[in-house]
């Protein structure tokens, strides 16, 4: 907050699962549109928070929604970001992977590489990625 001290800020939790039941995704749809959010931020861990946002997006009152992994345990302080030299060069996901590498891992070598190569099929038009 000390950054953009005139933002008006709110703030809800989900319960921690694996999927949401159709009550749950009422709630959070309620909380969020009660507010009224110019943005939205979501952090619920990937995948499963693109493919919420993806699902819902319709059905929310919010300008711009935003999927934003670690951004909420930065501010936090939960999590300390690498130094500035790793962001500036682009290799923060590498100081990240040795810190947290049995959380890490298979993001960095199974899930990117595939995102990679199905981005480049779908740009190319050798794929044609069905919709979630």
């Known amino acids: ?4 001290p005139h933002i008006v800020v709110a703030t809800y939790a989900p319960p921690y699962r694996q999927v949401f ?9 309620a909380a969020i549109n009660e507010f ?5 931020f979501v952090g619920m861990t990937a995948p499963k928070q693109e493919i919420w946002v993806h699902q819902h997006s319709d059905k929310v ?3 711009l929604i935003a999927s934003v992994g670690a951004v909420f345990d930065f501010y936090s302080g939960t999590i300390h970001r690498p ?5 500036k060069i682009g290799m923060e996901w590498l100081i990240r992977l040795v810190n947290e590498p049995k959380r890490l891992w298979r993001r960095s ?3 990117t590489p595939l995102f990679l190569k199905d981005m480049f099929l779908t740009k190319i038009g050798l794929l044609n990625y069905p919709q979630l």
């Open 1 to 4: 907050m000390t950054e953009y």
């Open 21 to 29: 039941t159709i009550e749950d995704n009422t709630r959070i749809l």
């Open 36 to 40: 009224q959010p110019d943005v939205l």
């Open 61 to 63: 009152n919010a300008r």
């Open 83 to 87: 130094g500035k030299f790793w962001r």
């Open 109 to 111: 070598f199974i899930s």
